[in-house]
């Protein structure tokens, strides 16, 4: 197994400068010259982004911080450092058994989000803490499910956060984005206005995911779709009779249904449907027959930033956890915040 300091700090050798003092032509490569192709980890000003740790967990310089976490199992807040409460978050979020630099890539992400979320929001306030277990308040967090293996991925990338313009990231992922990733506004229905570091890619997941977990089908009783409509939209649309897809985004997520020519957002009527079986918004077929809304489609999540599945895919190529989240995100930079 290659290990970071192996994948991403490549030393710069002798061969970068060339005098060719015999030749008729003389080469020069500059001194000091970087021949690596992949992302480099840097510790904060060394390439002009210095995100600031949350003043709240700044316990000195380069030093890991002390997190407060919700236990919602207990109902009690607990100190732990960052990288226990992470190792916590990979083994949620993540199968334990897959291969140590996708578990490396959930654990920059996991960092990511919570630093991201503490800096914006004071992380869970309603909890007075930084974090919470409560997957509906917070990550996914399971501690009995932490391995040697998640132990090591998490050790792997320890301190590695992926920032954009001085500012922690939103690290949004998904367990399949299907062909490709999708934008926040379109996966997501973000309205702030896609960020820049969310785009488009196509997902290396979609060759080795099993087409029964790929893909799914689903159908809702029309009872159903008329209650899920009138929660997101708060007006009934009455008995419904057709629903259609009205508008696509450039991923080829359904981003706007009509019911009954009401139009509403797609991602909101997924929730509102129950995310669990119409998976995504992704829509292969769509289509009502005998009192029922069929439809079928492929992927599993919102589709925005980084892909699991996908990440699985590059860690089984030989990519690095660093390169992994460098694809999925645009214009970014992962730093080194503590040792």
Not at 40 to 61: A, M, Q, T
Not at 125 to 153: C, L, M, N, W
Not at 181 to 191: C, I, M, P, V
Not at 205 to 217: F, T, Y
Request: aromatic residues 8%; negative net charge; charged residues 25%.
């Amino acid at each position: 197994m290659l290990y970071r300091a192996e994948l991403l700090l490549k030393r710069l050798s002798y061969g970068c400068i060339i005098l060719a003092l015999l030749s008729l032509f003389a080469v020069l490569v500059p001194a000091g010259c970087d021949m690596s192709d992949g992302p480099r980890v840097e510790p904060p000003g060394s390439n002009g982004e210095e995100p600031e740790v949350p003043p709240e967990l700044d316990g000195g310089e380069r030093q890991e911080p002390v997190l407060t976490v919700y236990i919602a199992e207990k109902g009690a807040i607990e100190q732990m450092p960052m990288e226990q409460y992470i190792e916590g978050v990979v083994a949620g979020e993540m199968e334990p058994d897959w291969p140590i630099e996708a578990l490396a890539a959930q654990a920059i992400i996991a960092r990511t989000f919570t630093l991201q979320k503490i800096a914006e929001d004071g992380g869970v306030p309603e909890r007075d803490a930084h974090a919470s277990t409560d997957i509906e308040e917070f990550q996914a967090y399971s501690a009995e499910d932490v391995t040697g293996r998640v132990k090591e991925a998490v050790q792997l990338t320890r301190g590695e956060v992926i920032c954009h313009n001085n500012d922690f990231i939103r690290a949004w992922f998904s367990a399949y984005a299907g062909p490709r990733t999708a934008l926040a506004d379109e996966g997501l229905g973000f309205e702030e206005g896609n960020p820049p570091y969310i785009q488009v890619v196509q997902s290396p997941g979609r060759d080795i995911i099993p087409p029964e977990e790929g893909d799914w089908s689903a159908n809702f009783s029309l009872e159903e779709v008329r209650s899920a409509v009138t929660e997101t939209t708060g007006e009934d649309p009455g008995e419904v009779h057709s629903v259609e897809i009205k508008e696509t985004g450039p991923s080829g997520r359904v981003t706007l249904f009509t019911v009954n020519g009401r139009e509403i957002s797609a991602p909101g009527l997924r929730l509102a449907l129950d995310s669990t079986k119409m998976r995504s918004t992704y829509i292969k077929e769509l289509g009502i027959e005998d009192g029922k809304l069929n439809m079928s489609g492929t992927g599993f999540g919102h589709g925005v930033g980084m892909c699991q599945w996908g990440a699985r895919a590059m860690a089984e190529r030989g990519m690095s956890p660093e390169e992994i989240v460098d694809y999925f995100y645009r214009d970014i930079d992962i730093i080194s915040l503590w040792d």
